[in-house]
């Protein structure tokens, strides 16, 4: 559309709200890409003075036609990376370290959440601050490795509130 002479100064405002309320679905979305995984919206969760060990937690989806198999990771304020299960059993909550990693199949998505499936950063650095934005990394065993953020929520949160990208 070309548009030729004057242009008010109230048809630019509305076209500036309009085009701000159509990007900000994106703009609030952290999304990464590797291949055929779309890795959905990581966090964590502030730690307080003196945890050595916090929660990652995120979505992943299989848009491929092949499995695929999250084996590791890091997290830069973070000396070790596991990936966890946590199920009740005969009426107990019990959590064991995944060392194989976890299975996505084709068209599958699997969400790391509080009380499931998630990662588990070890031998913290420091403690991890609300509103900080961490550097993380996944690998997988076919797609490789790709580089990620992880918004930091509050302490106690159960699910992540905004992924606004700005830091």
Do not use: C
Request: glycine share 12%; charged share 20%.
């Amino acid at each position: 559309m070309i548009v030729t002479g004057r242009f008010p100064k109230r048809a630019a405002l509305v076209l500036a709200a309009a085009l701000s309320a159509a990007l900000a679905p994106q703009a609030m979305a952290q999304q990464f890409r590797l291949g055929p995984l779309v890795i959905d919206q990581p966090w964590t969760r502030a730690t307080p003075h003196g945890a050595t060990i916090a929660g990652g937690y995120l979505t992943i989806t299989n848009t491929g036609s092949t499995p695929d198999r999250l084996v590791g990771g890091s997290l830069t304020n973070a000396g070790g990376f596991e990936i966890h299960e946590m199920k009740v059993e005969d009426g107990v909550m019990k959590m064991r370290a995944l060392p194989n990693g976890l299975e996505i199949k084709p068209g599958e998505t699997v969400a790391f959440k509080p009380g499931g499936f998630h990662l588990m950063f070890t031998e913290l650095k420091q403690p991890l601050k609300q509103g900080e934005v961490l550097r993380g990394r996944l690998t997988f065993e076919k797609a490789g490795t790709v580089d990620v953020e992880y918004k930091v929520e509050p302490i106690g949160a159960q699910r992540a509130k905004s992924h606004d990208h700005t830091h």
